[in-house]
């Protein structure tokens, strides 16, 4: 099942409850004043952050997410039952924006816990409302409707390193290799339409969904893919050596990275890694890694083909990370 990344929902908190109008009998006398008790207050909606990426797939048949409302106030000065709260669990990494009031959410650490909706506030009773003036008040107060709102999710992946890289620059098979996980491979641009994440001696890599020329702009998979390096701590930039031109294909995707949002993506560590290296002889590579140097840029050279090279690679990672 695909990755879903983007949800919106309909978030209603619970109403309050009534407050009533009531009057306390005891034996033996007419009228012993008022008694009608408040309403409950209605419940809250929290959202809790839980390590479970695909969460959201979950709810994409149920978009309307309401907590319950208080209940009515009761005879003899008795409150009404406040309505249960409702917890909406996300994955750790969401962020939450309500498109009314523009207010933002972010789950960052799991089991974190946060408001976003309040429950109205119950009515008051008759009693409330007992004064040396209004010995036998007859007003009471309805509850007051929760806050509802229509919530936009949006998940961005939080892993230690991140796969980037042009369309068919061999991130997959490279996560696969590393990791042994089983993102889908194909020799077509836009292969991965949705993150594929894998663990390398404990730490998470994603595999992120290529990128073209514009995309900061939009273009291609656009800020789609742009957004889930937001958080990654290290970037782990694939260029395959099967393109005609690999420093201008790095160049470009470097160039696509730094004008997105702030700028801070570009100043994100970086380990640019050669990919596809069997379709190179030893001059040929040689003759790119030049290329790359007179630019100031270091890097390293993988084959999936190649269990050395890639347990090379993995070692060199690690240590990056550990490092991090």
Known sequence: MALVDELTILARAGRGGDGVVRWLHLKGKEYSGPAGGNGGNGGDIFVHAVRDISLLGRYRGEKKFEAESGHGGESYNRDGKAGKDLVIDL????VVRNTATGEVHELLVEDEKKLILRGGRGGAGNAVF????????????????????ELVIELRLIAD??????PNAGKSSLLNALTGAAAKVGSYAFTTLDPNLGALYGFVLADIPGLIEGASEGKGLGSKFLRHIARTKILIHCVSLESENPLQDYEIVRDEISRFGEGELG?????????????????????VREQF????????????????????????????????
Request: aromatic fraction near 0%; hydrophobic fraction near 35%; avoid cysteine.
């Open 161 to 166: 390193a991140g796969l980037i890289g042009l």
């Open 293 to 324: 140097k007179s630019r100031g840029v270091s890097v390293e050279s993988v084959s999936v083909l190649d269990d050395i090279l890639v347990k090379m690679l993995a070692d060199t990672l690690v240590a990056v990370l550990r490092g991090s």
């Open 91 to 94: 994955p750790v990494g969401s």
């Open 130 to 149: 007992k004064s040396s003036v209004n010995t036998s008040p007859k007003e009471s107060t309805p509850g007051l409707p929760g806050e509802e709102a």
């Open 267 to 287: 100043k994100k560590p970086e380990i640019v890694v050669l990919t596809k290296s069997d379709t190179k002889n030893p001059k040929e590579l040689k003759d």
